[in-house]
T-cell receptor, first 112, second 114 residues
């Protein structure tokens, strides 16, 4: 079983919808939780990260971490066609984010 | 700021050959990590270099090796290529002394083994 499991999708929503992307994990040592966006044939782009449990908001994006349930989420409000991409969750036991464990990604399509 | 740059962008090799991929980290970063991303999967950690030494290694065979130079740039070498080595190879750079868990990725090198 993988350390990080991500809802596989794919996900297709109309423009303006609220999107929820989710990951679960099994390693209690994970302290840092990241969300990356990856466009086709490109490298992952860091969207945001959180430390330990709690919420973090950045514009239309909100990241939530529930360490007691080993569950993290990324919410996208007012989704736009430009949000269409694969979203990867990643986790690290330390600030050494260069050594992270990734989920397999959820592909999101936002239709105009 | 040029960000993380990787070369080449695409590569086709024959089974059994050897390949070298290159990475220049983001300005101010001193740590380079390499990942393999197979189609439809998330990136898998290969290894990490800091101060010109391999510091961490994932579950990859010894056919995968690397190097870091004094200017922090790095190379990934893969020997005796297998068809299963076909993937997007990603380089991520970060700053060892940072308090934030930030790593920045290059655009990747797409390796096809035929």
């Amino acid at each position: 079983q993988k350390e990080v499991e991500q809802d596989p999708g794919p996900l297709s929503v109309p423009e303006g919808a609220i999107v929820s992307l989710n990951c679960t994990y099994s390693n209690s040592a994970f302290q840092y939780f990241m969300w990356y966006r990856q466009y086709s044939r490109k490298g992952p782009e860091l969207l945001m990260y959180t430390y330990s449990s709690g919420n973090k908001e950045d514009g239309r994006f909100t990241a939530q971490v529930d360490k007691s349930s080993k569950y993290i989420s990324l919410f996208i409000r007012d989704s736009q066609p430009s949000d269409s991409a694969t979203y990867l969750c990643a986790m690290s036991a330390s600030t050494n984010a260069g050594k992270s464990t990734f989920g397999d990604g959820t592909t999101l399509t936002v239709k105009p | 700021d040029a960000g993380v740059t990787q070369s080449p962008t695409h590569l086709i090799k024959t089974r059994g050959q050897q390949v070298t991929l290159r990475c220049s980290p983001k300005s101010g970063h001193d740590t380079v990590s390499w990942y393999q991303q197979a189609l439809g999967q998330g990136p898998q950690f290969i290894f990490q270099y800091y101060e010109e030494e391999e510091r961490q290694r994932g579950n990859f065979p010894d056919r995968f090796s690397g190097h870091q130079f004094p200017n922090y740039s790095s190379e990934l070498n893969v020997n005796a290529l297998l068809l299963g080595d076909s993937a997007l190879y990603l380089c991520a750079s970060s700053f060892k002394g940072g308090r934030m868990a930030e790593a920045f990725f290059g655009q990747g090198t797409r390796l096809t083994v035929v």
